[in-house]
């Protein structure tokens, strides 16, 4: 039967921030959902514009959470005093040709920006997907999406595709897809003849 992801590092754990900053990083729970959505309902709206799904939504989150159960998810929750301050996923499906290809989400409070939070925590979910051997780690987002791009460069990951008009915002305006990629043993399929 399908389980929750085991991480090879034990959480929770504390890290520093910048201007003395201090956040709690842990694994995300079933009993988090109303906290997720807490977090979700407090986003500005035009960062609502761009979630991949509607996590204001309780039956969304309650997916996600079964998600992580069935082991498909794993999710990272940042706290800070007690509130969610940011958070970041890993996205896999074993039962997809894809298996070898991991996604990674993250997203974090207005308020919580700018403190180092978004990269300490990418790099953190990064790591936890190479401990699970996937080949190839992905992230996707909107071209104006700087400080994600920003955070998933220092972890070397390249622009694999833009992909024009490939989404569409809340608002019915479609968007271009920005796709950013890291190949953790390099590339290695090759089309021969
Ligand atoms: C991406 C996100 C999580 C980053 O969170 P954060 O806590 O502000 O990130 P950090 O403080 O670690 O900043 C990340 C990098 O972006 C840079 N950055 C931040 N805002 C920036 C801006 N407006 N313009 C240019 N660079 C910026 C920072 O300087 C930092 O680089 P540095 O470490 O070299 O200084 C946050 O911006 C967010 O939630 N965005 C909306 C959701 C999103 O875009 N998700 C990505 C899809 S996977």
């Not at 997916?63 to 896999?92: C, F, K, M, P």
Request: avoid cysteine; aromatic fraction near 6%; charged fraction near 30%.
């Amino acid at each position: 039967m399908a389980q929750p992801i085991k991480t090879s590092r034990a959480y929770p754990i504390q890290i520093d921030l910048r201007d003395g900053k201090q956040a709690t990083i842990r694994l995300m729970e079933p009993s988090d959902l109303d906290k997720i959505r807490e977090f979700a309902n407090k986003l500005p709206a035009d960062d609502l514009l761009f979630l991949r799904t509607d996590i204001t939504d309780r039956a969304v989150v309650k997916q996600w959470v079964d998600n992580i159960q069935h082991g498909n998810t794993v999710t990272l929750l940042a706290e800070i005093d007690g509130e969610v301050a940011a958070y970041a996923s890993l996205h896999r499906d074993q039962a997809r040709w894809t298996r070898r290809v991991g996604e990674i989400r993250i997203n974090a409070a207005s308020r919580f920006r700018g403190y180092g939070l978004g990269r300490r925590l990418a790099a953190e979910i990064f790591d936890l997907a190479r401990s699970l051997g996937l080949k190839k780690v992905t992230a996707q987002m909107t071209p104006d999406q700087i400080a994600a791009r920003a955070a998933f460069e220092k972890l070397d990951f390249q622009v694999e595709a833009v992909l024009t008009d490939w989404v569409e915002d809340r608002n019915g305006r479609p968007r271009d897809l920005l796709i950013m990629t890291h190949d953790v043993d390099g590339f290695s399929d090759r089309v021969v003849a």
